[in-house]
């Protein structure tokens, strides 16, 4: 698959178009929480927004809304409104009465030789108290406030991310693989005076010190302009500090030891609004400055819960494993909130997937008898690389799997589908973003035949619509490419961008809004930055984004981001990035840079540049090649034509150049580039 941009409009160039479908089996469709195909029928647009009735239903109410969608400030709209409830109280003391001693948390710690702890739901109300009293009482912490978790994949995230809800505190957890400095720019962005961290965890089977990036984020949050008061330190292993870094005076305290001062305390859950906010979680845009969206207690949790149920088909007796990191949206949706709410056991894993063999996944899933199974296509890709035959050598037995975060290639899809579900297990491929909440576009399992390539039709109560450039709906079938929409606001969605309700508009509303002045929901369809093709059996194919992100291994960057970032190296005038195709990855960051006069090109810049990038983002956002350039090809007006470095990169037709101010420029880089 591949994108060229001409001027404004977008054209995609589709490698695939495939028309295989593969059907769920008896054995399956027998057990399924839905096998209704009415069930679109029951969710169909006149029968919106009441519809959603049914997923709040499956919550835990201390008041019920009187408004199921408040539409007064559109498009900020509003879910169940008049609603009272609690996050942490649906997730945790809900089932306290069924099933206390039911495993809530599988951890499954990344050296083989610690045990895996499997943490009751009792015991996680435990510490989701324990954890809170210290908040409220050591931190003064109260609803409204914002706090910014910087945490690794150990229980002490869901437990901390709960502790939070309980008492209506906002939490903004930053990816631990997120360089420090990235995590104190969102600590200034959304105001938290107070993180929570770690002191270290495995990763490839080296103890990290991540105590190290906690103390940059707090310069970093501190030279912005943003105060620290408090870094609650969890430790890897209570009681035994891992790291080499000092603990500072006053500001620095070991949390487990916190905790234990708060033995057995309990903490009435809060009754929140459902229209406060339960979390922020921050994403790539088409400028530098990440998006913090804003998601809420009812609609958010009412959503993912439903989606849980019936789109991952989570029954109580399931063990469930989404292997991303709760550091994102996927993590946030479907390891804690809708597994929790279901009163699932859910899986966290800490480390890598193929640590320290290709085989471990499937070792994990034989221990701990996983039936259900969460992973992104740069992760099917990457065990497909290394242990392709891995999977027929251990005794699992999947029922459904789902692929997220980008598109998979029917290729890497069927073997996905033969060698990991062994033929048995459904796949679902869910298409959605950190600002719609939960799933959008993905078959039903037990209902819709699954076709690899194509994520699926709108999910029920979901009615997706592809727009070109000029607002015609492309037909399906038509074979077009546009921009997909979806037609009606979802309990899911994010509410705004945190302190930003101009950008939210202009971002997701304002290219197809009909009149700014409309509080009715038909004249504002959500754009989602995604090109797609609507095919005839209605199902949707993913071609990627239209904006300045770069979508690494299902991770969003922006562009701008990494190129400020370059930027922010010494003798650097200008940075461009653009996408390159990547066979694990599915795309990776190109850096073009010029040097200021007098500065000369050299290999140790190069190094240089990919280290500051890594630096002030994180690993992930590394660039794959350095070019240090003469000059950037440019418009006459000095704007910076990316899509002919993209071309260089891609070893594309670079089309017509005679435009540019400096033309002879191109051949220059791309003789340099390709050789
Ligand atoms: C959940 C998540 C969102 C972007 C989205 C799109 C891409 C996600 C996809 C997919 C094709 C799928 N994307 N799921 N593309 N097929 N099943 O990934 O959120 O990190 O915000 O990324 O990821 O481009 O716009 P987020």
Redesign the pocket.
Same mark, same amino acid.
């Given at each position: 698959m591949s994108k060229q941009e001409h001027g404004s409009s977008t054209h995609y160039a589709v490698h695939w178009q495939e028309e295989q479908y593969y059907y769920p089996g008896p054995e399956f469709i027998g057990q399924a929480n839905c096998t209704d195909p009415e069930i679109y029928q029951r969710f169909s647009l006149d029968k919106f927004p009441e519809c959603y009735k049914e997923f709040a239903e499956l919550l835990h109410w201390d008041r019920y809304w009187h408004t199921t969608l408040d539409t007064s400030d559109a498009p900020f709209w509003k879910w169940f409104a008049g609603g009272r409830l609690n996050a942490s109280y649906n997730c945790v003391d809900r089932h306290l009465q069924k099933h206390k001693n039911k495993t809530a948390i599988h951890f499954v710690p990344e050296l083989e030789d610690e045990p895996i702890e499997h943490m009751t739901y009792q015991e996680l109300y435990r510490r989701v108290n324990e954890t809170a009293a210290v908040l409220q009482e050591f931190c003064g912490l109260k609803a409204g406030d914002r706090v910014t978790l910087y945490l690794p994949m150990t229980p002490e995230l869901p437990v901390t991310m709960l502790a939070c809800a309980r008492l209506g505190i906002i939490h903004c957890q930053v990816f631990a693989g997120f360089s420090g400095k990235a995590c104190g720019d969102r600590m200034w962005d959304s105001e938290s005076d107070i993180l929570i961290t770690m002191d270290a965890y495995y990763r490839g089977g080296r103890l990290l010190n991540h105590k190290a990036n906690a103390d940059q984020a707090v310069q970093a949050a501190e030279s912005a302009g943003q105060k620290v008061s408090r870094v609650l330190v969890w430790r890897r292993f209570p009681g035994r500090y891992s790291s080499a870094e000092p603990m500072v005076e006053n500001r620095d305290y070991f949390l487990d030891e916190l905790v234990k001062q708060n033995k057995n305390a309990t903490i009435q859950p809060v009754s929140m609004p459902a229209e406060d906010i339960l979390f922020l979680m921050y994403?790539s845009g088409s400028t530098g400055r990440p998006k913090g969206c804003q998601h809420s207690i009812g609609g958010y949790l009412s959503y993912v819960t439903w989606m849980s149920k019936y789109v991952q088909d989570i029954h109580p007796e399931d063990v469930y494993w989404c292997m991303a990191d709760i550091g994102? $949206?996927?993590g946030h949706s479907f390891i804690v909130y809708g597994p929790l709410s279901l009163g699932a056991s859910t899986v966290i894993y800490e480390g890598v997937p193929t640590y320290p063999d290709a085989g471990r996944c499937w070792r994990i899933a034989q221990e701990l008898d996983v039936n259900i199974f969460h992973t992104s296509p740069t992760a099917v890709r990457a065990l497909r690389k290394v242990g392709g035959d891995e999977p027929a050598r251990y005794n699992y037995h999947f029922k459904h799997m789902t692929?997220?975060?980008?598109?998979?290639e029917p290729d890497v899809w069927r073997w996905y589908y033969e060698v990991v579900g062994k033929g048995r297990a459904v796949i679902v491929?869910?298409?959605?973003?950190?600002?719609t909440g939960g799933f959008l576009c993905s078959t039903m399992p037990a209902i819709d035949p699954m076709k690899p390539g194509s994520?699926g039709p709108g999910l029920p109560g979901i009615h997706p619509v592809v727009y070109d450039d000029e607002g015609n709906e492309l037909k399906p079938g038509e074979g077009k490419a546009g921009n997909l929409c979806i037609r009606n606001p979802w309990p899911g969605a994010f509410q705004s961008i945190w302190k930003d309700r101009e950008r939210y508009i202009k971002s997701y509303y304002g290219k197809y809004n009909r009149d700014p002045q409309s509080k009715d929901w038909r004249d504002w369809p959500y754009m989602?930055?995604?090109a797609a093709v609507l095919e005839s059996d209605g199902y949707v194919r $993913?071609l990627?984004?239209i904006d300045d992100v770069i979508?690494v291994s299902?991770?969003?960057l922006g562009t701008k981001e990494i190129e400020s970032a370059a930027l922010s190296a010494e003798g650097v005038a200008e940075a461009a990035v653009v996408a390159m195709p990547d066979e694990i990855k599915g795309m990776v960051p190109d850096l073009y840079v010029s040097l200021k006069p007098g500065i000369d090109p050299s290999h140790e810049l190069e190094k240089k540049l990919i280290s500051t990038v890594a630096d002030v983002l994180g690993k992930i956002a590394r660039p794959a090649h350095v070019y240090i350039v003469p000059d950037m090809p440019k418009t006459r007006s000095g704007k910076i034509m990316r899509r002919v470095l993209a071309s260089i990169s891609n070893r594309r037709d670079i089309g017509d150049v005679s435009t540019l101010a400096n033309p002879e420029i191109v051949e220059e880089i791309r003789q340099q580039v390709q050789g």
């Open positions: 994403t994102w $949206i996927t692929s997220v975060g980008e598109p998979i491929d869910t298409w959605w973003q950190t600002e994520a989602a930055g995604d $993913i990627g984004r979508n299902g991770h969003r």
